[in-house]
């Protein structure tokens, strides 16, 4: 390998995330008051910090190999990137949306229209595909303040949805959604080294996703109930089990998806399940 792995940090909104995701997977970050060149916590690899929009055309010019970028800003500048993993950080839909009350009066009107914008490439493409009769504006921040007066239409992204209301704007179409993802430049993957080093982060990162939605749960059962509470536990793979002392039943352990424990937990207990306990992960890695 001639130089080390090439690591674009999110500058901005992302980096709270990044930087906790990376701390949890043991790559803590650590970065000077002023400084743009901070330091992972792991070997063969060179961080610097850039604005998500410069990262994805860094990667594209092959002056880094990996970086964390939003999925809607790698589809508007189209640049050829490999997409190793989605944090499901940041999410947000890229929308839409017009006045209330021209929408209420049908959408889209019968007359040339003006549509507002940052994501140029993908509301031209997004014009063509409605057969819109439309003119495009450039909007450089804050678009949702163009209509009605200087745009018909902006399209822009959105987690909540609450500025557009709060504007009196109406969601007329989705045009797709996004999140904090992992990107590459494919030329970083060819060299075995530097792909050795990413495929090794994004095991850890992803091993921190996977513990982020499960949980361990653990439930004692009588020998005779044993089937019917493995068979209500959604495990990975298999539950472990082990004998409880004096042959008094069984433990019985799983990893568990985080969002089934309102339903599970109940479950178990209508089983046979007794002293239920859930636990908290850190990592997981199948």
Same mark, same amino acid.
Request: glycine content about 6%.
């Given at each position: 390998?001639? !130089?080390?792995?090439?690591?674009?940090?999110?500058?901005?909104?992302?980096?709270?995330?990044?930087?906790?995701?990376?701390? &949890?997977?043991?790559?803590?970050?650590?970065? /000077?008051?002023?400084?743009?060149?901070?330091?992972?916590?792991? *070997?063969?690899?060179?961080?610097?910090?850039?604005?998500?929009?410069?990262?994805? $055309?860094? =990667?594209?010019?092959?002056?880094?190999?990996?970086?964390?970028?939003?999925? *809607?800003?790698?589809?508007?500048?189209?640049? $050829?990137?490999?997409?190793?993993?989605?944090?499901?950080?940041?999410?947000? @839909?890229?929308?839409?949306?017009?006045?209330?009350?021209?929408?209420?009066?049908?959408?889209?009107?019968?007359?040339?229209?003006?549509?507002?914008?940052?994501?140029? @490439?993908?509301?031209? /493409?997004?014009?063509?595909?409605?057969?819109?009769?439309? !003119?495009?504006?450039?909007?450089?921040?804050?678009?949702?303040?163009?209509?009605?007066? #200087?745009?018909?239409?902006?399209?822009?992204?959105?987690?909540?949805?609450?500025?557009?209301?709060?504007?009196?704007?109406?969601?007329?179409?989705?045009?797709?959604?996004?999140?904090?993802?992992?990107?590459?430049?494919?030329?970083? =993957?060819?060299?075995?080294?530097?792909?050795?080093?990413?495929?090794?982060?994004?095991?850890?990162?992803?091993?921190?996703?996977?513990? @982020?939605?499960?949980?361990?749960? $653990?439930?004692?059962? &009588?020998?005779?109930?044993?089937?019917?509470?493995? #068979?209500? =536990?959604?495990?990975?793979?298999?539950?472990?089990?082990?004998?409880? !002392?004096? *042959?008094?039943?069984?433990?019985?352990?799983?990893?568990?998806?985080?969002?089934?424990?309102?339903?599970?937990?109940?479950?178990?207990?209508?089983?046979?399940?007794? *002293?239920?306990?859930?636990?908290?992960?850190?990592?997981?890695?199948?």
């Amino acid at each position: 390998m001639t !130089h080390p792995l090439r690591l674009a940090l999110p500058k901005g909104r992302m980096q709270a995330g990044v930087f906790t995701l990376l701390a &949890e997977a043991g790559a803590p970050v650590r970065v /000077s008051a002023r400084g743009y060149r901070p330091t992972v916590s792991l *070997d063969g690899v060179e961080a610097k910090l850039l604005k998500p929009q410069n990262t994805i $055309e860094m =990667l594209a010019a092959g002056s880094r190999d990996l970086g964390f970028a939003g999925a *809607d800003w790698v589809a508007e500048l189209g640049v $050829e990137l490999v997409e190793l993993l989605d944090t499901s950080l940041d999410p947000v @839909r890229l929308v839409a949306a017009a006045p209330e009350k021209l929408v209420a009066s049908g959408w889209p009107p019968d007359r040339p229209l003006v549509v507002a914008s940052e994501y140029e @490439r993908l509301t031209r /493409s997004w014009i063509a595909a409605q057969g819109l009769n439309a !003119h495009f504006v450039r909007s450089y921040g804050a678009t949702e303040v163009f209509p009605p007066e #200087d745009a018909d239409c902006i399209v822009d992204n959105t987690a909540t949805g609450a500025t557009l209301v709060a504007n009196n704007l109406e969601i007329v179409d989705t045009l797709m959604r996004s999140s904090t993802r992992l990107y590459a430049n494919p030329r970083a =993957l060819e060299d075995a080294t530097r792909r050795g080093l990413i495929e090794d982060l994004v095991l850890l990162l992803r091993s921190v996703l996977e513990a @982020r939605r499960r949980v361990m749960l $653990e439930v004692n059962v &009588e020998a005779a109930l044993l089937e019917a509470v493995v #068979d209500g =536990l959604p495990c990975m793979r298999e539950p472990t089990i082990s004998l409880l !002392h004096g *042959d008094a039943g069984y433990a019985v352990k799983a990893a568990v998806p985080r969002e089934m424990l309102p339903t599970l937990i109940p479950s178990l207990r209508a089983r046979g399940g007794t *002293d239920i306990v859930v636990t908290a992960l850190a990592q997981i890695v199948p």
